[in-house]
């Protein structure tokens, strides 16, 4: 079975940290660009960043660049958003998600759009809030 298990997040104060994580099982972790993604109430998902499978190379969104840091350890089947400098505009459930009929290692040209993926984790609350 497929899964993808969001966890990390919390309340935060504007400047300062989280890492998210993305556990994954019931799939080759190695094999797929996985992407993260944000929501807030009335609004689809944001595209946030994605990583490449073969040589982990990386996308962000303008509004995260120099901000937000994606990596993988594909040992532990799990990928890791690092969140600096938080400001209150980042408050939204995080989700990671993966397309297991992509055919490819790179993140594609789509991949900050979420019909792009076919699989989803539950998402985990970051509430960046003085």
């Known amino acids: 079975q497929v899964q993808l298990v969001e966890s990390g997040g919390g309340l935060v104060q504007p400047g300062g940290s989280l890492r998210l994580s993305c556990a994954a099982s019931?799939?080759?972790?190695?094999?797929?660009?996985i992407g993260w993604f944000r929501r807030v109430p009335g609004k689809e998902r944001e595209g946030v960043s994605c990583?490449?499978?073969?040589?982990?190379?990386?996308k962000y969104a303008d509004s995260v660049k120099g901000r937000f840091t994606i990596s993988r350890d594909n040992a532990k089947n799990t990928v890791y958003l690092e969140m600096n400098s938080l400001k209150p505009e980042d408050t939204a459930v995080y989700y990671c998600?993966?397309?297991?009929?992509?055919?490819?290692?790179?993140?594609?040209?789509?991949?900050?759009?979420?019909?792009?993926?076919?699989?989803w984790g539950q998402g985990t609350q970051v509430t960046v809030s003085s």
């Open positions: 998600g993966v397309d297991l009929l992509y055919i490819g290692r790179s993140c594609g040209s789509s991949w900050d759009t979420e019909s792009a993926y076919d699989h």
């Open positions: 019931g799939f080759t972790l190695d094999y797929y660009p």
């Open positions: 990583i490449s499978s073969s040589d982990h190379s990386t």
